[in-house]
């Protein structure tokens, strides 16, 4: 045993090792990018891993700069309207109404007479702030659930799994629409609870079956020979090696969430009047779809490049953070 474990550095796991390590942020996952390092004097002076790979990997994909310039884009214009347009979005007259897209309108005018170019702008607050939240919500929820499921089994697995299993069993937008139902008034807070709470089950599950594989890498059994606790191995070792699926997945159900907010908008039961929402945009056009299309077309097209933009966010993220593509 005095031989195996005479030196921390011949057991060091790509994750790092609990003793003492110079950066063990820096590690690869599993094994994946492995640290090439410099060293100078004795010193390591410099270090790569399965972070710095798949940011340097991302840097070079035209997928990730494209899907990340459509979302900055729309996250500026959710934070900062104003700066695309000077309308007022709730200043209308019904001498203005449906008015076809022109100079003076870009997008046209709604039956009430708003500008809808301003409409469509600022209804992007709205998907972005419930897509965000709710993305950023799940993840979180995962993580935990995930990670005491996946590392410590037994009772607190099956005790977790258990729920989760009950929790697929109820379908999203049906149990969304049973639940908004109860509330007597329906904003972002209350839709966005909505589809935390039926949300989290498939992220949980991934994050669980991602702990289960890496805990049993040679590295965390090492750190746990050499006495690491339950804490600093699941913080130092299993964490950062387990988590980028799930923050793959994560991007992409902010995706879902506006998706959902807006189809609960559109079904009557999400976001009510007068708050300005892409799926309440869809719905009110939706009786005038043959004779002014462009009252679909424009909000359906927003919340598509929304949507898709941050799909593509996640096929990114996947392709760097999978060593086996590249």
């Known amino acids: 045993m ?26 690869a996952a599993g094994g994946a990018g492995a640290a090439a390092t410099a060293v100078t004097g004795g010193e390591v002076v410099g270090q790569a891993s399965l972070w710095t790979d798949a940011w340097e990997e991302l840097r070079r994909s035209k997928l990730f700069l494209v899907s990340a310039f459509f ?24 001498g203005d109404s449906l008015l076809r897209p022109s100079a003076e309108h870009w997008f046209g005018t709604d039956i009430q007479g708003c500008d809808y170019y301003a409409r469509t702008i600022y209804g992007a607050r709205v ?3 419930v897509g965000i939240f709710v993305a950023a919500s799940v993840v979180a929820i995962a993580i935990l659930l995930g990670s005491l499921s996946g590392y410590y089994g037994g009772f ?26 109860v509330f007597d008034q329906k904003g972002i807070l209350q839709v966005s609870i909505v589809l935390i709470v039926l949300g989290w089950p498939t992220l949980m599950r991934l994050m669980r079956s991602s702990v289960l594989s890496v805990k049993e890498m040679d590295y ?56 300005i929402s892409w799926g309440l945009m869809i719905n009110e056009a939706q009786g005038r779809v043959r004779n002014d299309a462009y ?14 933009s941050f799909i593509l966010l996640g096929d990114a993220l996947r392709d760097a953070l999978d060593p086996k593509s590249r």
């Open 220 to 275: 965390v059994q090492a750190a746990r020979a050499l006495g690491a606790g339950d804490r600093r191995i699941m913080r130092r070792h299993i964490l950062p090696n387990a988590v980028a699926p799930v923050i793959v997945y994560g991007t992409i159900t902010v995706g879902i969430a506006i998706v959902s907010e807006a189809s609960l908008s559109f079904l009557g039961v999400g976001l009510q009047l007068p708050e």
């Open 127 to 129: 998907s972005m702030i």
């Open 71 to 94: 979302i900055l884009v729309l996250v500026v214009m959710a934070a900062i309207p104003g700066l695309f347009t000077g309308a007022n979005p709730r200043a209308c007259s019904l």
């Open 295 to 308: 009252l679909l077309f424009f909000p359906a097209a927003f919340l598509s490049v929304a949507v898709f």
């Open 156 to 181: 607190v697995d099956s005790l977790i799994t258990r729920v989760v299993d009950i929790w697929f069993a109820i379908p999203t937008i049906l149990g969304a629409v049973i639940i908004l139902s």
């Open 2 to 27: 005095s031989d195996d474990l005479k030196t921390g550095s011949e057991l060091d796991p790509p994750g790092g090792v609990p003793a003492a390590e110079p950066d063990a942020g820096t590690r």
